[in-house]
T-cell receptor
Framework: SQTIHQWPATLVQPVGSPLSLECTVE??????LYWYRQAAGRGLQLLFY??????ISSEVPQNLSASRPQDRQFILSSKKLLLSDSGFYLC??????????FGEGSWLTVV | AQKVTQAQTEISVVEKEDVTLDCVYE???????LFWYKQPPSGELVFLIR??????QNEISGRYSWNFQKSTSSFNFTITASQVVDSAVYFC?????????????FGTGTLLAVQP
């Protein structure tokens, strides 16, 4: 069966510090991968998605970037965090055209 | 433009009551998918159901049931005999078929609190 894991689960970082959140999927090949952010107020916003290695599409302009160095690995990064980057980050996967499944999420607090 | 509206921000019920969570969507696509996800306090989004635009049959899964009506662009979710474990934020989402990517547009969620 397919599983998705992301880490770290919780992160407290100072303003201006770098960020790296990692996500891996097991049990499937060539999945679509996604990064969502959930800010206060519960809204879920799609940040990035990827249909293959090295292929990244950004949905909104922001202080973050994403990379997909391997088929089942998706990384969310920032060189310098802002206070507004605080939130709950969710990695997700799907096989083309099917249901999107989410990871456990990572809580990021920028102080 | 695609949009999902969950007008109910918070609902509070007493255990064993039935509760319906409303979802209204907007899309110009003729082929699309509708979803419900549950987000318990732990934060993980748990997939509950997917419906495609060509299948208007209602579905029942245990205490959960879904009513899809294209005429009113609604996809409502009913929990029968609610339990405390049902307390969570519930999200309705829409995805239009097209290309290789399945991007979800989420509603703002409904916080359901089931009191013992």
């Amino acid at each position: 069966s397919q599983t998705i894991h992301q880490w770290p689960a919780t992160l407290v970082q100072p303003v201006g510090s770098p960020l790296s959140l990692e996500c891996t999927v097991e049990g499937t090949s060539n999945p679509n991968l996604y990064w969502y952010r959930q800010a206060a107020g519960r809204g879920l916003q799609l940040l990035f998605y990827s249909v293959g290695i090295g292929q990244i599409s950004s949905e909104v302009p922001q202080n973050l970037s994403a990379s997909r160095p391997q088929d089942r690995q998706f990384i969310l990064s920032s060189k310098k965090l802002l206070l507004s980057d605080s939130g709950f980050y969710l990695c997700a996967w799907s096989v083309h055209g099917n249901t999107i499944y989410f990871g456990e999420g990572s809580w990021l607090t920028v102080v | 433009a695609q949009k999902v509206t969950q007008a109910q921000t918070e609902i509070s019920v007493v255990e064993k009551e039935d509760v319906t969570l409303d979802c209204v969507y907007e899309t110009r696509d003729t082929t699309y998918y509708l979803f419900w996800y549950k987000q318990p306090p732990s934060g993980e989004l748990v997939f509950l159901i997917r419906r495609n635009s060509f299948d208007e049959q209602n579905e029942i899964s245990g205490r959960y049931s879904w009513n899809f009506q294209k005429s009113t662009s609604s996809f409502n979710f009913t929990i029968t005999a609610s339990q405390v474990v049902d307390s969570a934020v519930y999200f309705c989402a829409l995805s239009a078929r097209g290309g290789a990517t399945n991007k979800l547009i989420f509603g703002t969620g409904t916080l359901l609190a089931v009191q013992p």
